[in-house]
């Protein structure tokens, strides 16, 4: 009994303090609700489970989920071609170069450079260089017909069948260019009606110059005259369809179909120079 109250008989050892547990190796010792917060300081910013979703971002990186793309709960990036863009069958219609020329340089580039003069006046009027050049040709074009040149005896006849035959043309190349407009869009032709008029008037008219110069001397039936109005007429149709082409954006096939009531009339011209 004495054992027992002096204390013997119990565990005289000091009170050992409690060691924390070491965690097994991989293992955070952290509190519970502090492993999310570390969880989330650890993980890149492409890996957070928060924020953007997976079909964000910069498309050049490497996604960590790619190779469980295409599964169920897995989005993959894609790209869906525009059939109307760069890459489609529409090519958009080429821009006039440079700026607009002068009434010198457009008669000349008519004849020299015409596919580039006719881009480039696609977008402009001519109603200065057609008027006055198509007028200019009607004064002359009543010298160039043998029965019109009999009929104008009188100086006071010739001076009124010459101006009534200007002004007839200047008309006459209004109204057959404006049917040349209005068949050129039709067939699809984009371009607007004052260039394809004004130039039409130019084409017709600087192209059977050369006939009537040598038919005012010559007269209309002559062979050297016919000769010359057929390779002017062949060569107005080229210069017709290149214009009607570039003003209308349109295949030659259907720009020379657009221009063939007025290469019809200006057949008829060199027929008319035979009567």
């Known amino acids: ?18 060691r924390p547990q070491q965690a097994p ?35 050049h990186a490497q996604h960590p ?16 071609d525009d059939p109307y863009g760069p890459q489609g069958g529409y090519q958009a219609p080429p821009a006039p170069v440079g700026p607009r020329l ?14 580039d003069t006719f881009l480039r006046m696609r977008d402009h009027a001519v109603w200065g260089p057609a008027l006055t050049v198509t007028f200019l040709y009607g004064l002359l074009a009543l010298f160039g017909f043998d029965q019109a040149r ?7 006849t010739t001076l ?9 043309f200047v008309v006459g190349g209004l109204i057959f260019g404006a049917v040349t407009h ?26 059977d110059a050369p006939r009537l110069l040598f038919a005012v001397f010559l007269g209309g039936g002559n062979g050297l005259v016919q000769v010359i109005g057929w390779a002017t007429w062949l060569a107005a149709g080229v210069l017709f369809t290149l214009m009607v082409s ?24 060199i027929k008319l120079g035979t009567l």
């Open 160 to 168: 009124s069948y010459v101006l009534m035959t200007g002004v007839g």
């Open 150 to 156: 009999e009929e104008t005896a009188t100086l006071g």
């Open 25 to 59: 190796y991989g293992y955070d010792t952290a509190p519970p609700q502090a492993y999310p917060q570390q969880q989330w300081q650890q993980q890149p910013p492409q890996q957070q489970p928060y924020g953007e979703p997976e079909y964000f971002g910069d498309p």
């Open 246 to 269: 570039r003003s209308h954006d349109l295949p030659w096939p259907k720009a020379l179909g657009a221009s063939a009531i007025q290469l019809a009339v200006l057949l008829s011209l």
């Open 102 to 115: 002068g009434w010198k340089a457009l008669l000349s580039g008519i004849v020299l450079r015409p596919a």
């Open 65 to 80: 989920h790619a190779a469980t793309a295409n599964n169920p709960g897995h989005t993959q990036m894609f790209s869906v």
């Open 182 to 207: 209005t068949l050129a869009r039709q067939l699809g032709g984009d371009g607007a009606w004052q260039p394809t008029v004004g130039l039409s008037m130019l084409i017709m008219t600087l192209t």
């Open 1 to 18: 009994m004495a054992g027992f109250r002096n204390g013997r008989g119990r565990d005289n050892r000091p009170p050992q303090q409690h």
